[in-house]
Every structure is written in structure tokens, then in C-alpha cells.
């Protein structure tokens, strides 16, 4: 896909993940919305004629696969539309989000097809994907691992002895990303517990460091993670700076959207706006060239 066609299927996925969060009347709407197009990308990039991340649908446990894991686990709604368009499950499981005995709840698990690891006490998908990486460097494995961190997770202690572990041992098969929206449950990371400056903390542990200032821009993201896959003996993070409700305009960088889902008057605003939007991708509008 090129740049344009990753964009419109992004916001395809925005229109699935506030459709399955409000059948729901449950979800966590701000930050599955701030991380869509990284995982977009992530998903159905491709970088020097190669598909970013190697997977198989057909064969969830693929041994040549590439694993992800969520570490920020409550953004789920971003991952379960990716794997259910990607035919690792029906589309119809979308319907029964979060409901008692469907597959698809509040955080993933591995019964999932599709996913790595269950998720959701923070800073633990991050530990066990560097455990993972170190497990495939040890028995001479091709397969890398990418695991997508919250900038609020990043306050907890586990981060960053998991940050000092792969940089130690040379993890160079690990790229993390950091959705850096700057917004957690409770108001503005900088408030609550500041992690700036986070690109010279991680670079002072090690790490290769890429930041993004547009998070949402997929050239700068395809080129990210087209550098992040260079061998460098040591564990890359990319860190997009991205917004909270991206692509909702009134629930932008609002911690009140952070776990709720749309009311039926706000859908009625906010679907059509998507709507507009890939219109306009595909060629009805924000694609021509501006009158002289």
C-alpha cells in the first residue's frame, strides 16, 4: 500500500474501532485512536520491497512470524479491527466486544489469533517482549519482535529495568513504540508524572532512538520503521508524538475520552467526519492541487 492507501484504511479502522466501542458501551477510545496509524503502518507497511512485519493469518503460530505485542493492552479496539480485516478472525466477533464469553475482551489475550502475549497490567507486555527477543537471539532466530508502549506506562518502574535488560544484552531484534500522546486516564502525563526528556532517557539507557514529531504523518512512519529494521546491536524505539482521540475532533487530547465510548449523537458527528475524510483521501478533494 502507498502512503495514501495506508491513511484511508487508518481511518477505515477509526470507523471500526468507535463502531465496536459503542455497540459495546465500553472501550478505551482516546488511545486506540492515537495508535491506529502506527499499527496501520505496522501491519500493511512495507519497506525495501518487504512487508514490515512477516505474519500469517492462515497460521497464527507461524514460526518465521514476527510477534507484536500490546503492552498498552487497553487500546485493544486498534489491534482486534488490524487482525479481524487481516482474516485472523471473522469481523463478526467485532459485534461482541467486551460481552461475557465472546473472544474479544476488555484486553487481549492469547486465545486471540493474532496475538502474542495477554495484556494489560502496564509495563509487562514490554518485559516479556524483551524476554522474547532474547529467547530468539539465543537460539539464532531471523524473527523479530515489536511491542507498542503507552507514554503513561512508561511511568512505571518495570519499563525501565526491561529498557537496561535489552540494551545489555543487545536486543537488537526489539523495536519498541512509544504512542506518545501525552494524555493517560487521569489528565496530561507532564502533570501527573512527567517522563520528558524521554528521548535522551532511552538513549542514556542504550537504546537507538527515532522520534517522530508527526505520529500520525505515514511517510514519517514508514520511514521509521524502514531505519529501525537496520542492524545496529542494540534495541531501537521509535517515539511518535501523537493525539489522543486522533481523528475525533472534539475528543482530541481529552483524558475524559480516554475509556468511554460515543454516545449516539456524538457518532452522528463523528462518523461522517471520517467519512468526509477518506472521500477526500480517495480523490474528492484534499488531493488536488490548491486554485492559484
Known amino acids: 500500500m502507498n502512503p495514501i492507501e495506508l491513511k484511508i484504511k487508518a481511518n477505515e479502522h477509526r470507523i471500526a474501532i468507535l463502531d465496536m466501542i459503542h455497540k459495546a458501551n465500553s472501550g478505551h477510545t482516546g488511545g486506540s ?25 492462515r497460521e497464527p503460530n507461524w514460526n518465521e ?37 465472546a473472544l474479544l475482551q476488555g484486553h487481549p489475550v492469547r486465545k486471540i489469533p493474532g496475538v502474542t502475549m495477554t495484556t494489560g497490567t502496564l509495563g509487562q507486555g514490554f518485559s516479556v517482549s524483551v524476554g522474547l527477543a532474547m529467547c530468539l537471539k539465543m537460539e539464532k532466530a531471523g524473527n523479530r519482535v515489536y ?3 503507552g507514554d503513561g506506562e512508561v511511568q512505571e518502574g518495570q519499563v525501565w529495568e526491561a529498557a537496561m ?3 545489555h544484552y543487545k536486543c537488537d531484534n526489539l523495536i519498541a513504540i512509544m504512542d506518545h500522546n501525552g494524555v493517560q486516564l487521569d489528565g496530561y502525563v507532564r502533570a501527573i508524572m512527567n517522563i520528558d526528556p524521554i528521548v535522551d532517557k532511552f538513549k542514556a ?15 514519517e512512519l514508514l520511514g521509521a520503521f524502514s531505519k529501525a529494521i537496520e542492524p545496529l546491536r542494540k534495541p531501537t524505539i521509535i517515539i ?21 465510548a460515543l454516545s449516539k449523537e456524538e457518532m452522528a458527528v463523528a462518523i461522517p467526519a471520517l467519512q468526509k475524510e477518506i472521500a477526500e483521501l480517495r480523490g474528492d478533494g484534499s488531493l488536488r492541487e490548491p486554485s492559484p
Open 33 to 57: 485512536l492515537s495508535a491506529i496509524d502506527i499499527l496501520t503502518v505496522l501491519y500493511y507497511g512495507s519497506a525495501r520491497g518487504q512487508r514490515l512485519m512477516k505474519f500469517n493469518p
Open 165 to 167: 535488560a535489552a540494551a
Open 147 to 149: 511491542v507498542m508502549l
Open 65 to 101: 512470524q514476527d510477534y507484536f505485542i500490546l503492552s498498552k493492552g487497553h487500546a485493544c479496539p486498534a489491534l482486534y479491527v488490524i487482525l479481524a480485516d487481516l482474516g485472523f478472525f471473522d469481523k463478526e466477533e467485532l459485534n461482541h466486544f467486551r460481552q461475557m464469553g
Open 205 to 219: 539507557f542504550g537504546w537507538n532512538v527515532i522520534h517522530i514529531r508527526e505520529g500520525h504523518d505515514i511517510t
Open 240 to 260: 511518535a508524538d501523537t493525539v489522543k482521540g486522533k481523528g475525533v475532533s472534539f475528543a482530541e487530547n481529552k483524558a475524559s475520552y480516554h475509556g468511554v
